[in-house]
């Protein structure tokens, strides 16, 4: 790109999108949808933001063709918007470029290996026998240990720490704080006394990773950690040791993973997400955010734990029913019991020597007989309706005689 930015058609052709507009309008930046810059392209991918397309004032619009009739300005129709908006928003807006060649401060070792277009910028350290591939990136106060190998066009933005024998792929990104190989979280208890156990392997980084500021990844107590290719890590994110995750698995911020774990490939983990060690997670899971796992997931699909916010004073009622929740199964299963111990097949008799009002069980009552009362007092029958037979009223009957002959 240069600075008079990128011609519509170009982008096109670049990243397979039908052009709907002047091929030769440039654009040299992207804005949101609500921007008036003309310089600059923007796109729509979600229905509910079609209500400020229509006054949109950027230079064109990256979207479906289902919305190309609503976009007053040039477009480029693709199947999916996003993808294509990220692909042009690295191409409008690279990295800046470093100079080849090692600052004056920075400190080398005569063993290493570092490609003469490598870029090693001011107050970092490279260890013994450390290989630095082309293009590599290393900015300022980055420390890469000895015999640590780093593949070609990858960056280390500032303040990265890589350990011994870590190993990092191609074209991968790894932002300021981010420590990758200290040693992983091993003691063994002895008297009441904690032991280090040496952490002997080390972490193997794909390519085309990124990991982000801060976040720490531990090497293996005997084989390697690995992050396979196209993982993306967040801030702050803790891996340790021997875990093992997947290609292309998304991780949010501040997530944990415990030891020697497994995540599978294509999974989305949310923030906040605790995952307790020596457990499978299979393929294409998806984790939503402060969820807990305590045990192995082995059916893709979507997971989640934990209690969304409420206002305070439900918050309180509901934990202090919380609290109760033990007496409140206990006297369930007390119920259930007696209910099913309960005679269904007693006679009217027993039936009606229930006094109506009382309780038909008692928990103070203790007898064997208490136990073959009724759990439910059944209704009062309703009185018999007076019949032809012994006990009928036989003036009733004269009277209703008389009454028929009258008639």
């Known amino acids: 790109m240069t600075e008079t930015g990128t011609s519509l058609g170009e982008l096109a052709v670049r990243f397979g999108c039908t052009l709907r507009g002047d091929p030769e309008a440039r654009v040299r930046r992207v804005a949101t949808l609500e921007s008036a810059d003309a310089d600059a392209i923007s796109f729509l991918a979600e229905a509910r933001h079609r209500r400020v397309l229509a006054s949109t004032g950027v230079g064109a619009v990256v979207l479906e063709?289902?919305?190309a009739d609503e976009c007053p300005v040039p477009a480029l129709l693709c199947s999916n918007p996003r993808a294509v908006y990220a692909r042009i928003a690295q191409?409008?807006?690279p990295p800046a470029a470093r100079p080849a060649g090692r600052h004056p401060s920075a400190i080398v070792d005569p063993s290493a290996s570092i490609d003469p277009s490598a870029s090693i910028g001011p107050h970092c350290m490279v260890g013994p026998r450390v290989v630095i591939g082309a293009h590599v990136v290393l900015g300022p106060g980055c420390i890469v240990l000895d015999d640590a190998r780093i593949g070609a066009d990858t960056r280390l933005v500032a303040r990265v720490t890589v350990c011994e024998d870590v190993r990092l792929g191609k074209r991968c990104l790894?932002?300021?704080g981010a420590v990758i190989g200290a040693d992983g979280f091993g003691l063994a208890p002895e008297q009441g006394e904690w032991i280090k156990v040496p952490q002997v392997g080390s972490v193997r980084v794909g390519d085309d990773v990124e990991i982000g500021a801060n976040t720490t990844i531990d090497r293996g107590a005997i084989e390697d950690t690995v992050i396979e290719d196209g993982v993306k890590l967040d801030n702050q994110i803790q891996i340790a040791h021997n875990v093992r995750i997947g290609a292309h698995t998304v991780i949010a911020g501040c997530a944990g993973v415990s030891g020697s774990t497994t995540i599978g490939r294509r999974c989305m983990v949310g923030g906040q997400v605790?995952?307790?060690g020596h457990l499978t997670i299979c393929d294409d899971v998806v984790l939503t955010g402060r969820?807990?796992?305590?045990?192995?997931?082995h059916q893709p699909g979507y997971y989640s734990s934990g209690l969304p916010?409420?206002?305070?004073?439900?918050?309180?009622?509901?934990?202090?029913?919380?609290?109760?929740?033990?007496?409140?199964?206990?006297?369930v299963r007390k119920l259930r019991s007696r209910f099913q111990d309960a005679p269904t097949d007693l006679p009217d008799d027993a039936v009606r020597a229930t006094?109506?009002?009382?309780p038909a069980v008692s928990s103070q009552e203790s007898s064997p007989e208490s136990s073959h009362r009724p759990l439910f007092e059944p209704p009062p029958e309703p009185p018999a309706a007076p019949s032809a037979g012994a006990g009928a009223d036989p003036k009733?009957?004269?009277?209703?005689?008389?009454?028929?002959r009258r008639r």
Request: no cysteine.
């Open 65 to 67: 063709p289902r919305y």
């Open 91 to 93: 191409w409008l807006h």
């Open 174 to 176: 790894l932002h300021p």
């Open 274 to 276: 605790g995952i307790a």
């Open 291 to 297: 969820s807990f796992v305590s045990s192995s997931i």
């Open 309 to 331: 916010v409420e206002p305070t004073s439900r918050f309180r009622r509901n934990a202090a029913r919380f609290y109760q929740l033990d007496e409140l199964a206990r006297t």
């Open 355 to 358: 006094p109506r009002g009382s």
């Open 396 to 404: 009733g009957r004269k009277r209703n005689r008389i009454a028929r």
